[in-house]
């Protein structure tokens, strides 16, 4: 019997010794060949950074049969880009980036590294998934989500995506047993509140940390915080579109000559 | 007579020094009151990420009657968050971004920390605009852009934007008088084909740097490559909205339980 393994490209914004992606790393192991491509650090809020002034280094720290794993001190998407064009024997057959240490859900997509990553896969036309737990907590409990985690990409692996569709996958942080299902759902409006933390160093000058407070919105029906706060599962097609198409039409009255 | 005048925000990612930056302000300066918030050297390809690891230190280079410049250690986006909660007197009638040198067309976009400081002023619900010209050289000629920048930017102080949406406005690099209009567009599908020059270094230790070659696809009409082709200024509008609303059904029915 000669089965082909599908081939899985593993990465994340945490870093490569996050808890997240080790419990990722294990559920991806009983479906097919695993490549790891991670940051050497965590990288969180480097969105679609990419490292063009210094050269990247990947370094091989595990080579196995059917598992190999690197660490570079590039970011997430820097890590797809040489595993895709670099690193890997072939094409993967699925991107799975996380399992992140927060949500991604509304806004925060913008920034984050994880779903950087996916869309980067997508953008190479490979089936891709992010996800995220909603605990930031380095000793969060991976485990109520590894079922849904694994049927996930079970899923995309048997039946792909539509063409330039990646998915943003957002987990509640709940008791085991206490998920209720999956939703399909859009983009919340949640935001920041942003304040910065103005301070002043030894030497009199001043210096600024960022620092916030985010709010959910979780109450708009259909949205990933609504099944995050109704303890489901959040499952939302990402596009890396970002054309306003409702607003072409108002546009071209407005600027075209 | 007492004339409110318009207050200005201006930003870039290839520098406060960048040629691109100091022919935006002059523009600017015809308009309102400006407050320049810059990057301290070149940020180009740091898309969305922000600054979480080091503090921020805005540094006030100038503050005459209705100008003021910072420059910046942070990202674009840190440096427009800085601004609109840290640095302004209030929150910005309009914000501008660039002129990038190179444009921001097709998938160039997701890595553009030109365009990532416009939506992050979308984001907060100001009126943006994120400028490109298509020459990358450090002496690419700006003037046969200016007239069109001062236009566009007078029409939307004078008339906003829609709610969520920003602009991404890309300029074609030809001579003065030769530019044909402007055309609203949508973001095309033009691509990277990437590559990675590997070397070794005098240790033996293995180094990529990342390269490739872009590919415009400047053939299908209606997009900012085709309008850029046939040397016409593109308008794309640009949401932060990045559910792919046309997939929801296909995945509803694909994942929900």
Not at 77 to 102: E, F, Q, T, W, Y
Not at 122 to 145: K, Q, R, T
Not at 201 to 226: F, K, L, M, V
Request: proline share 6%.
């Amino acid at each position: 019997m000669n089965i082909h393994k599908p081939l899985i490209l593993v990465t994340n914004d945490d870093g490569i010794t996050a808890p997240g992606i080790r419990a990722l790393i294990e559920v991806m192991r009983t479906l097919g060949e695993v490549v790891v491509v991670a940051p050497d650090q965590g990288r969180s809020g480097q969105a679609h950074a990419i490292t063009v002034n210094v050269p990247l280094r990947p370094k091989l720290l595990v080579a196995e049969k059917d598992y190999t794993e690197y660490q570079t001190n590039g970011t997430p998407v820097d890590c797809v880009k040489l595993a895709i064009k670099a690193l890997m024997p072939r094409k993967p057959d699925l991107l799975v980036s996380g399992i992140n240490h927060g949500t991604n859900s509304s806004i925060n997509i913008v920034y984050s590294g994880t779903m950087a990553a996916t869309i980067e896969g997508c953008m190479e036309a490979i089936p891709s998934i992010g996800f995220s737990l909603g605990n930031f907590a380095v000793d969060a409990d991976f485990a109520p989500s590894l079922p849904f985690v694994k049927l996930i990409a079970e899923k995309v692996l048997a039946g792909g995506l539509p063409h330039g569709v990646c998915l943003n996958v957002n987990i509640p942080d709940v008791k085991e047993g206490t998920i209720r299902g999956i939703k399909t759902t859009r983009q919340g409006t949640g935001t920041w509140t942003e304040e910065f933390d103005h301070r002043v160093d030894p030497r009199g000058r001043d210096y600024y940390w960022i620092t916030g407070q985010y709010n959910g919105n979780g109450s708009a029906a259909g949205t990933d915080e609504w099944a995050l706060a109704n303890h489901y599962i959040s499952i939302t097609p990402v596009t890396f579109d970002l054309t306003a198409h409702q607003a072409l039409d108002t546009l071209t009255k407005q600027f075209d000559r």
